[in-house]
């Protein structure tokens, strides 16, 4: 299995625009996270998904943050519009998301820079 | 950070010694899990307690779980150079499944 597929691995732009991040999970899992990882504030939960369901955004930061999953192999994080404040890491993971007692697995994230 | 402060922050030990994260949360949790990260990498997932365990073993890594005090520990014996890494801590609590991490322990281990 390749993992955690995330797509793209960078991402400039401009203050504004519209900026889609996107995942592919693992075949076969059934939870998927997004997470913002900054200096300033770690790792942050932003969504999580069950069986394509999203089951708790409370970390979306606003309402200029979407994130969708329309099948079981890929999901959208989108931003619009974008600020610089935006700017971090963003990470998808997957999990088996069966007994709640499971690892998850990271994609190698893709940087985004809002000048 | 949403759930999880790893304690100390960063961390610079020799070659050969052995290192001690700690992790306090604040509410209940189904399972605690230990990632690493390397610089420019995704996580990677080391170990997990679940909330009915005390100890677990992997390797060279120890992890404690202590419920009562909300906190759990992570050991690394005998580090290596190669063990230079972020160290996170992450609770696994909600119905499904929802982990959230801390702000991580920065290790330097130096040959």
């Known amino acids: 299995d390749a993992g955690v597929i995330q797509s793209p691995r960078h991402e400039v732009t401009e203050m504004g625009q519209e900026v889609t991040l996107r995942c592919k999970p693992i075949?076969?899992?059934?939870?998927l996270f997004w997470y913002r990882q900054t200096m300033m504030r770690g790792l942050e939960l932003l969504i999580y998904f069950n069986n394509n369901v999203p089951i708790d955004d409370s970390g979306m930061p606003e309402d200029r943050f979407s994130a969708k999953m329309p099948n079981a192999s890929f999901s959208t994080l989108k931003i619009q519009p974008s600020e610089p404040r935006d700017s971090a890491v963003y990470f998808c993971?997957?999990?088996?998301?069966?007994?709640?007692?499971?690892?998850?697995?990271f994609g190698s994230g893709t940087q985004l820079s809002v000048l | 950070s949403q759930q999880g402060e790893e304690d100390p922050q960063a961390l610079s030990i020799q070659e050969g010694e052995n290192a001690t994260m700690n992790c306090s949360y604040k509410t209940s949790i189904n399972n605690l899990q230990w990632y690493r990260q390397n610089s420019g990498r995704g996580l990677v997932h080391l170990i997990l307690i679940r909330s009915n365990e005390r100890e677990k073993h992997s390797g060279r890594l120890r992890v404690t779980l202590d419920t009562s005090k909300k906190s759990s520990s992570l050991l690394i014996t005998a580090s290596r150079a190669a063990d230079t890494a972020s160290y996170f801590c992450?609770?696994?609590?909600?119905?499904?499944?929802?982990?959230?991490f801390g702000i991580g322990t920065k290790l330097q281990v130096i040959p």
């Open positions: 075949s076969g899992h059934n939870s």
């Open positions: 993971a997957s999990s088996l998301g069966r007994s709640g007692n499971e690892k998850l697995f």
């Open positions: 992450a609770k696994n609590s909600g119905g499904y499944q929802k982990v959230t």
